[in-house]
């Protein structure tokens, strides 16, 4: 699906836009009820429609404590994903990084952690933030990769902090200062 919206961070195979109501018409809404996708995050436990999808994307193209926007792989104009700096404080000049990567043949290929790169270093620079962090489960490895690729460092783990498929799970909490944001 070509996007009516152009490209906000350019990066060498892919470029992130803001979402836009023609997203919903794409495999988007699928992303958030397909088990897994999503094992790694608190979706796919309500259903998850173009309804739903379309709202979301309404409320955050006004939202301005959170920059949601849509990752798309150049070569074929695709959106393989949503990656956003979300919670963004003012003050405390801090935001939360969270990632979605929908399309599976797009994983383990570094897409993720170009896109990631891209938005941290707009965060930082243009944003004027101080620290991003993020929380993810201790099952999920890619997002632990991610984060030390970012060059983030773990802080903790909340044990038990979150209810996925039946069990309570920790989540394990990583932050990145402005000054220590991995470019290569």
Excluded at 95 to 118: S, T, V
């Amino acid at each position: 699906m070509v996007s009516h919206n152009y490209p906000f961070l350019v990066g060498e195979r892919l470029y992130l836009r803001g979402l836009a109501e023609s997203d919903v018409e794409g495999p988007y809404p699928a992303w958030l009820n397909d088990q897994e996708t999503c094992a790694g995050n608190s979706h796919a436990v309500f259903p998850y429609g173009t309804f739903q999808a379309a709202a979301y994307i309404r409320e955050v193209q006004t939202n301005r404590d959170a920059l949601v926007l849509a990752i798309v792989a150049s070569a074929g104009d695709r959106h393989i994903g949503n990656i956003a700096l979300q919670n963004i404080h003012p003050i405390h000049r801090s935001a939360d990084l969270a990632i979605l990567l929908g399309e599976r043949e797009y994983w383990g290929q570094g897409y993720g952690l170009e896109a990631a790169r891209l938005l941290c270093r707009h965060g930082f620079a243009a944003l004027n933030l101080h620290r991003i962090q993020c929380g993810t489960y201790e099952s999920n490895g890619a997002m632990q990769k991610l984060a030390l690729a970012l060059g983030m460092c773990q802080e903790g783990v909340r044990r038990q902090a979150a209810y996925k498929s039946g069990d309570y799970v920790n989540v394990v909490e990583y932050g990145l200062l402005r000054n220590e944001l991995i470019v290569g």
